[in-house]
């Protein structure tokens, strides 16, 4: 009767709740998950530039600014090795920064996790 049909639709309303739950928790999980690969991603930009592109670019410069320097080298090598310098900084600087994003990203999504979970409260199953 009308009691069953309560217990049937509280058992319901439960089922969907622990659906939502679920789908929150893998939508959590998948949005880390992509935080966490565009972090790494911008983690090896990061080491990539600074480690090698812009050292040796520096080198390049170097080198072809002390041939300019003593008349061996022309002024268009010049300008090409300090325009390729000033580039590689310059996307070494935007890799940082996608780098501080990336992590801000991921402490947002850890922060809005735990506070879903603190206003929804944990269950016991």
Known sequence: ???????????????SIDYTER?????????????????EDAARRVATYRDALVPRSEGAYRSVLGAYTVGRGNLAQMLL???????FKVEYEEAKADLEIARVGIEELTVLSLASLEEGGVRDE
């Open 81 to 87: 090795a300090q325009r390729d310098l000033l580039n």
């Open 23 to 39: 789908a929150m928790a893998d939508d959590v999980v998948s949005r880390v998950l992509e935080a966490q690969s565009t972090f």
């Open 1 to 15: 009767g009308a009691y069953q049909d309560s217990i049937d639709a509280a058992e319901a309303r439960t089922r």
